[in-house]
């Protein structure tokens, strides 16, 4: 189909709305990015005594325009509300190790699913994807009782345990999809040369599971980047605050003032976004192997 | 003997890590939360649990009930039949509304139009960002003073004029004019909820579908074509079926995840109650009104239901072809 | 050469000193609702650092917003929470006396009772114990634009209920809206509400429900609930206020969006610095035999606790004291709040709207503290959820009497 591009009138439709949707996919960012450049006067409107004429004159919000004074002290306000730095790194900690166990775990559970032989393998592989509809928040109180008793309240592990086992599913799924493109020839000739079947797995499959971590890393990285609730409850100290918990609680500070908000809002999503436009199609491809695989 | 014995070992160990994680912090939970349901307690009193038998339940569907005498809803501030049917609808608009289009603008992208890559890149970008603030700028937009975007655009294009008037004679459940307050009132807040998820994930589902079009064998496209068929009935007879099992997954992504969807909510609007869903509701039962079983039991409903729906929707999607995951 | 070294090695050797010194200052960490845009930051700010000098402590704050601050603190474990935390008087603070929680103050209070009447402990005391500083106190405040009524006829705010009523009705003609009340943080309607309620079935039995001695049963409750909700439909509260929060509502006023704006007497160091002509008032009386004009609604809300878990409590109630005076100190000069410990200071230079205030406290004809304190966090929550039903005039006076009284009795 891809030879057959011809020129056709209907094409120019389509193109039409596609652009369309990509003005109301863009534009909401564009508005953010504005509105943190500007200050309230021109985000709110204003009006003014007209010197000349002794009249009130009503100066309209500018909604769509470039700030006519470009605000940058919003992003000082923003930084220094908080500790937004220690925030990202935070989150970054917590995601990497997450990613980290998430990846280990589920390589693993899912060479003891695939790779060898033993009654029962489905029901387990069954039981695992329960955790793919059990929504995360329903878990608070008992995680919390949980964490409490281990004493690990208000630690990173607070984060990186439950996120783990949140993600868990998905990268089991996800991994048996990559995993059963391995030829099992491979694990025989290992056997036959003698190798046990940690040795196989670590020599073996581990080193072909590369392109899997991508994809794992990023389903396990949606899920706990942005996580809210958990991270609320079971991190008190701002010393292991997360991202968003530290962008929620920067907006508590500044609730009138909306370049402030603006400029925490950029701040919080330009990270991601320069990744995204440096590796997306990386990323896309991840993410697609993901879902055929699985 | 010591051989099976060994490799049985080995097979636990590998299993290992993963199942502490899951029963540990998703099983045990489970089973907690079911034993919480049928207690009352305080976790910040750290008070003793106080058996109530199936009286968290009474309460939680009592507010379901019509009392026979008044003809009137049992009055009741939990809400739970408001925050199951909020869950639906928003599982409906999201099955129904932005599962098609996503599925159209994959059709069309996947067609080989000039450009597909960057179309896919700028409609999949949202899902990265955090829904926090996607909640946060939204709420900026839906703003109704000076300077909410949506609408400042409603004024600047007149529209207001007559939709706000419109809106306001659809309002049943409050007497107040409707002035562009769109999280303000029951019949517009789970909308105003329902439009940045859609803005959100439909970019998401549309890069699922994408691939699955792209894994359909050329060879079956090009004897449709030659066959004479259209560009509809390729769509319909031949990719639909092909990408059911994509489908399936999209539908139940949508589903559970209208079920589960709370940060986008709590951070859209302070006061949820006007678009509750299960999750905001058992938040506030929880931390709000610190009664910890009685948001164990809506935290239990909440799982039944997830359980529910992504086995309604398996077996809506079972058929003799396709195969179930 | 090697004067030079010596003397740097001695200086080294010195700062050394200082800074193993300076570690030595034991550290306490408080948790506060005082934000950027609270109005009592400027309070914190000032208190903090005198308290630090005076004391030799160093103290660690962190503030957080008021509403997701009430779910915060009260999800925090025990071995969690800072040494010092802000808190609400009444059943807030109560939920962790009886919990645990808190340290007790009794020991401490006697070194400070000339300056806290004892009086003003009364809402967080339990069994006899007192466990909360009170820092200032507050009450529901009617605050009004004088040049808005000025357009619409009026030298002076209403003090008669049918007074009021025309004077909206006046402004309302004018093109102004006379109320805003943000409908985001429902506790903005309670300040609007309970004051109806107040001066149409007195305090006496106002009180008598909040402590769950009474029943909501009562068709005077209807009637005030009713007559509230008559001024929202017939538009005298800005109907944007649904979905605004209240920052946004105050700055409103401020600028002179609305007439009147009824909220804690915390706003008044703002509104009387903003440029304008405000003053401040009470709702006028609906029942006549039952309420006078000088019952309000508030008492002596805000409180520092100290908790139970921390590593040092005897130093740490030491600073919540001092912290606790001079809060209230900062804090009445710039108007935050009024003066629950006796002022030892010069106060001639309290605003004039924080004075006006202050009278009107001092001939207060009875009291009723915020429902929302006074009650416990179950009963407050469903009472807080009707109450946002009755702004957004999904329920009337009589379904709003007849919920409360089927839920919480």
Same mark, same amino acid.
């Given at each position: 189909?891809?030879?057959?591009?011809?020129?056709?009138?209907?094409?120019?439709?389509?193109?039409?709305?596609?652009?369309?949707?990509?003005?109301?996919?863009?534009?909401?960012?564009? %508005?953010?990015? &504005?509105?943190?450049?500007?200050?309230?006067?021109?985000?709110?409107?204003?009006?003014?005594?007209?010197?000349?004429?002794?009249?009130?004159?009503?100066?309209?919000?500018?909604?769509?325009?470039?700030?006519?004074? %470009?605000?940058?002290?919003?992003?000082?306000?923003?930084?220094?509300?908080?500790?937004?730095?220690?925030?990202?790194?935070?989150? @970054?900690?917590?995601?990497?190790?997450?990613?980290?166990?998430?990846?280990?775990?589920?390589?693993?559970?899912?060479?003891?699913?695939?790779?060898?032989?033993?009654?029962?393998?489905?029901?387990?592989?069954?039981?695992?994807?329960?955790? @793919?509809?059990?929504?995360?928040?329903?878990?608070?109180?008992?995680?919390?009782?949980?964490?409490?008793?281990?004493?690990?309240?208000? &630690?990173?592990?607070?984060?990186?345990?439950?996120?783990?086992?949140?993600?868990?599913?998905?990268?089991?799924?996800?991994?048996?999809?990559?995993?059963?493109?391995?030829?099992?020839?491979?694990?025989?000739?290992?056997?036959?040369?003698?190798?046990?079947?940690?040795?196989?797995?670590?020599?073996?499959?581990?080193?072909?599971?590369?392109?899997?971590?991508? &994809?794992?890393?990023?389903?396990?990285?949606?899920?706990? %980047?942005?996580?809210?609730?958990?991270?609320?409850?079971?991190?008190?100290?701002?010393?292991?605050? &997360? @991202?968003?918990?530290?962008?929620?609680?920067?907006?508590?500070?500044?609730?009138?003032?909306?370049?402030?908000?603006?400029?925490?809002?950029?701040?919080?999503?330009?990270?991601?976004?320069?990744?995204?436009?440096?590796?997306?199609?990386?990323?896309?491809?991840?993410?697609?192997?993901?879902?055929?695989?699985? | 003997?010591?051989?099976?014995?060994?490799?049985?070992?080995?097979?636990?160990?590998?299993?290992?890590?993963?199942?502490?994680?899951?029963?540990?912090?998703?099983?045990?939970?489970?089973?907690?939360?079911?034993?919480?349901?049928?207690?009352?307690?305080?976790?910040?009193?750290?008070?003793?649990?106080?058996?109530?038998?199936?009286?968290?339940?009474?309460?939680?569907?009592?507010?379901?009930?019509?009392?026979?005498?008044?003809?009137?809803?049992?009055?009741?501030?939990?809400?739970?039949?408001?925050?199951?049917?909020?869950?639906?609808?928003?599982?409906?608009?999201?099955?129904?509304?932005?599962?098609?289009?996503?599925?159209?603008?994959?059709? $069309?992208?996947?067609?080989?139009?000039?450009?597909?890559?960057?179309?896919?890149?700028?409609?999949?970008?949202?899902?990265?960002?955090?829904?926090?603030?996607?909640?946060?700028?939204?709420?900026?937009?839906?703003?109704?003073?000076?300077?909410?975007?949506?609408?400042?655009?409603?004024?600047?294009?007149?529209?207001?004029?007559?939709?706000?008037?419109?809106?306001?004679?659809?309002?049943?459940?409050?007497?107040?004019?409707?002035?562009?307050?769109?999280?303000?009132?029951?019949?517009?807040?789970?909308?105003?909820?329902?439009?940045?998820?859609?803005?959100?994930?439909?970019?998401?589902?549309?890069?699922?579908?994408?691939?699955?079009? $792209?894994?359909?064998?050329?060879?079956?496209?090009?004897?449709?074509?030659?066959?004479?068929?259209?560009?509809?009935?390729?769509?319909?007879?031949?990719?639909?079926?092909?990408?059911?099992?994509?489908? $399936?997954?999209?539908?139940?992504?949508?589903?559970?995840?209208?079920?589960?969807?709370?940060?986008?909510?709590?951070?859209?609007?302070?006061?949820?109650?006007?678009?509750?869903?299960?999750?905001?509701?058992?938040?506030?039962?929880?931390?709000?009104?610190?009664?910890?079983?009685?948001?164990?039991?809506?935290?239990?409903?909440?799982?039944?239901?997830?359980?529910?729906?992504?086995?309604?929707?398996?077996?809506?999607?079972?058929?003799?072809?396709?195969?179930?995951? | 050469?090697?004067?030079?070294?010596?003397?740097?090695?001695?200086?080294?050797?010195?700062?050394?000193?200082?800074?193993?010194?300076?570690?030595?200052?034991?550290?306490?960490?408080?948790?506060?609702?005082?934000?950027?845009?609270?109005?009592?930051?400027?309070?914190?700010?000032?208190?903090?650092?005198?308290?630090?000098?005076?004391?030799?402590?160093?103290?660690?704050?962190?503030?957080?917003?008021?509403?997701?601050?009430?779910?915060?603190?009260? *999800?925090?474990?025990?071995?969690?929470?800072?040494?010092?935390?802000?808190?609400?008087?009444?059943?807030?603070?109560?939920? +962790?006396?009886?919990?645990?929680?808190?340290?007790?103050?009794?020991?401490?209070?006697?070194?400070?009772?000339?300056?806290?009447?004892?009086?003003?402990?009364?809402?967080? =005391?339990?069994?006899?114990?007192?466990?909360?500083?009170?820092?200032? #106190?507050?009450?529901?405040?009617?605050?009004?634009?004088?040049?808005?009524?000025?357009?619409?006829?009026?030298?002076?705010?209403?003090?008669?209920?049918?007074?009021?009523?025309?004077?909206?009705?006046?402004?309302?003609?004018?093109?102004?809206?006379?109320?805003?009340?943000?409908?985001?943080?429902?506790?903005?309607? =309670?300040?609007?509400?309970?004051?109806?309620?107040?001066?149409?079935?007195?305090?006496?039995?106002?009180?008598?429900?909040?402590?769950?001695?009474?029943?909501?049963?009562?068709?005077?409750?209807?009637?005030?609930?009713?007559?509230?909700?008559? #001024?929202?439909?017939?538009?005298?509260?800005?109907?944007?206020?649904? *979905?605004?929060?209240?920052?946004?509502?105050?700055?409103?006023?401020?600028?002179?969006?609305?007439?009147?704006?009824?909220?804690?007497?915390?706003?008044?160091?703002?509104?009387?610095?903003?440029?304008?002509? +405000?003053?401040?008032?009470?709702?006028?009386? #609906?029942?006549?035999?039952?309420?006078?004009?000088?019952?309000?609604?508030?008492?002596?809300?805000?409180?520092?606790?100290?908790?139970?878990?921390?590593?040092?409590?005897?130093?740490?109630?030491?600073?919540? +004291?001092?912290?606790?005076?001079?809060?209230?100190?900062?804090?009445?000069?710039?108007?935050?709040?009024?003066?629950?410990?006796?002022?030892?200071?010069?106060?001639?230079?309290?605003?004039?709207?924080?004075?006006?205030?202050?009278?009107?406290?001092?001939?207060?004809?009875?009291?009723?503290?915020?429902?929302?304190?006074?009650?416990?966090?179950?009963?407050?929550?469903?009472?807080?959820?009707?109450?946002?039903?009755?702004?957004?005039?999904?329920?009337?006076?009589?379904?709003?009497?007849?919920?409360?009284?089927?839920?919480?009795?």
């Amino acid at each position: 189909m891809r030879e057959v591009r011809k020129f056709k009138p209907s094409n120019i439709i389509v193109h039409i709305l596609l652009l369309i949707l990509v003005l109301i996919n863009l534009f909401p960012l564009y %508005w953010m990015v &504005t509105f943190s450049l500007k200050n309230n006067d021109e985000i709110l409107g204003y009006s003014y005594v007209d010197e000349a004429t002794g009249e009130r004159v009503l100066v309209p919000p500018n909604h769509v325009g470039l700030p006519q004074h %470009w605000e940058w002290g919003n992003y000082n306000k923003a930084m220094n509300t908080g500790n937004m730095g220690q925030y990202f790194i935070n989150s @970054l900690a917590v995601s990497t190790s997450v990613i980290a166990i998430t990846v280990i775990a589920s390589f693993m559970a899912t060479y003891a699913l695939t790779r060898m032989v033993w009654k029962g393998r489905k029901m387990m592989n069954k039981f695992f994807m329960l955790g @793919l509809t059990i929504p995360i928040h329903a878990a608070i109180v008992p995680v919390f009782t949980i964490l409490s008793k281990m004493k690990l309240l208000n &630690t990173y592990a607070a984060l990186i345990v439950p996120y783990a086992a949140f993600s868990l599913s998905m990268g089991i799924l996800i991994s048996i999809g990559f995993m059963g493109d391995i030829p099992y020839d491979l694990d025989e000739a290992a056997f036959l040369d003698g190798c046990g079947v940690w040795k196989i797995f670590f020599r073996v499959i581990a080193p072909l599971m590369m392109p899997a971590i991508a &994809t794992v890393g990023i389903y396990t990285f949606l899920q706990c %980047w942005n996580e809210l609730l958990f991270a609320t409850i079971f991190v008190s100290s701002g010393k292991y605050r &997360t @991202l968003p918990v530290g962008v929620q609680q920067l907006f508590g500070q500044y609730t009138t003032d909306w370049g402030p908000i603006g400029a925490a809002l950029t701040i919080a999503t330009l990270p991601t976004m320069i990744v995204y436009i440096l590796l997306s199609k990386r990323i896309q491809d991840s993410f697609i192997a993901g879902a055929v695989k699985g | 003997m010591k051989r099976t014995f060994t490799y049985k070992l080995n097979i636990f160990l590998f299993l290992l890590p993963a199942l502490i994680l899951f029963i540990g912090i998703l099983i045990a939970p489970i089973i907690m939360s079911a034993y919480y349901s049928f207690h009352e307690f305080n976790l910040v009193a750290n008070t003793d649990m106080e058996y109530v038998g199936l009286n968290n339940y009474r309460i939680l569907f009592s507010s379901m009930l019509t009392n026979p005498n008044t003809g009137k809803l049992y009055a009741n501030s939990m809400y739970l039949g408001d925050a199951l049917a909020h869950s639906l609808i928003l599982a409906a608009l999201s099955t129904f509304i932005q599962l098609p289009l996503a599925l159209i603008i994959a059709l $069309k992208l996947s067609k080989g139009i000039r450009g597909e890559r960057a179309y896919l890149s700028i409609f999949f970008m949202p899902v990265l960002i955090s829904t926090v603030i996607i909640g946060r700028l939204w709420m900026n937009i839906y703003d109704p003073g000076q300077a909410g975007l949506l609408n400042a655009g409603l004024r600047a294009l007149g529209i207001d004029k007559w939709l706000f008037p419109a809106i306001t004679s659809r309002i049943t459940s409050s007497k107040l004019p409707f002035t562009g307050q769109w999280t303000g009132f029951r019949e517009t807040a789970l909308l105003a909820a329902f439009i940045p998820i859609l803005w959100q994930y439909v970019g998401y589902h549309m890069l699922l579908m994408y691939a699955g079009i $792209k894994g359909v064998p050329a060879d079956l496209l090009e004897a449709a074509q030659l066959d004479g068929c259209t560009e509809g009935q390729v769509n319909r007879f031949i990719i639909i079926p092909y990408i059911k099992p994509i489908l $399936k997954v999209c539908v139940i992504f949508a589903v559970t995840g209208s079920l589960k969807s709370f940060d986008l909510i709590y951070a859209l609007m302070k006061d949820t109650s006007r678009a509750e869903l299960p999750s905001t509701l058992m938040y506030k039962l929880l931390f709000l009104h610190q009664r910890y079983g009685l948001g164990s039991t809506v935290a239990v409903i909440l799982i039944v239901l997830c359980f529910l729906f992504a086995m309604l929707i398996s077996l809506a999607f079972r058929d003799k072809g396709a195969k179930v995951a | 050469m090697k004067k030079v070294c010596a003397l740097l090695l001695a200086l080294t050797m010195v700062l050394g000193m200082a800074s193993a010194f300076a570690d030595e200052v034991p550290t306490l960490t408080l948790w506060c609702i005082a934000t950027e845009s609270d109005a009592n930051r400027p309070a914190y700010e000032a208190a903090i650092p005198a308290v630090e000098e005076a004391l030799g402590v160093k103290i660690e704050w962190e503030a957080f917003e008021n509403d997701s601050y009430k779910t915060k603190i009260k *999800s925090t474990s025990a071995e969690e929470l800072p040494d010092i935390f802000f808190t609400w008087s009444g059943a807030f603070a109560g939920d +962790f006396a009886t919990a645990g929680k808190l340290y007790c103050l009794d020991e401490e209070y006697k070194n400070y009772t000339a300056d806290l009447p004892e009086v003003m402990l009364q809402n967080s =005391t339990y069994d006899g114990k007192h466990y909360a500083v009170p820092l200032t #106190m507050n009450i529901v405040t009617l605050f009004a634009n004088m040049d808005l009524l000025k357009e619409a006829g009026y030298d002076a705010v209403p003090t008669t209920y049918d007074d009021l009523m025309a004077c909206c009705a006046a402004l309302k003609e004018k093109g102004i809206i006379p109320f805003g009340c943000s409908g985001n943080a429902t506790w903005c309607v =309670t300040e609007y509400l309970e004051p109806i309620i107040e001066k149409t079935i007195g305090y006496e039995a106002m009180n008598e429900i909040f402590a769950g001695r009474a029943t909501w049963n009562d068709p005077a409750i209807a009637t005030a609930v009713d007559t509230f909700q008559k #001024m929202i439909i017939d538009g005298y509260f800005d109907p944007d206020g649904l *979905s605004l929060d209240n920052d946004t509502v105050k700055a409103n006023f401020i600028a002179g969006k609305y007439a009147f704006y009824q909220n804690g007497s915390w706003n008044c160091g703002e509104i009387n610095d903003a440029e304008g002509n +405000f003053q401040a008032a009470l709702f006028p009386v #609906m029942d006549a035999e039952k309420a006078t004009y000088g019952q309000v609604i508030g008492g002596p809300n805000d409180a520092l606790a100290v908790s139970a878990a921390s590593k040092n409590p005897e130093l740490a109630a030491k600073v919540a +004291f001092a912290l606790g005076k001079e809060i209230c100190h900062y804090g009445y000069l710039a108007g935050s709040g009024l003066p629950a410990w006796t002022p030892d200071y010069d106060t001639s230079a309290v605003k004039p709207l924080v004075a006006d205030v202050a009278k009107m406290v001092a001939e207060s004809e009875g009291m009723v503290l915020f429902g929302d304190n006074a009650m416990s966090a179950d009963p407050a929550n469903v009472y807080l959820s009707y109450v946002a039903k009755v702004y957004g005039c999904e329920i009337d006076g009589a379904g709003f009497i007849e919920a409360l009284t089927n839920e919480l009795q």
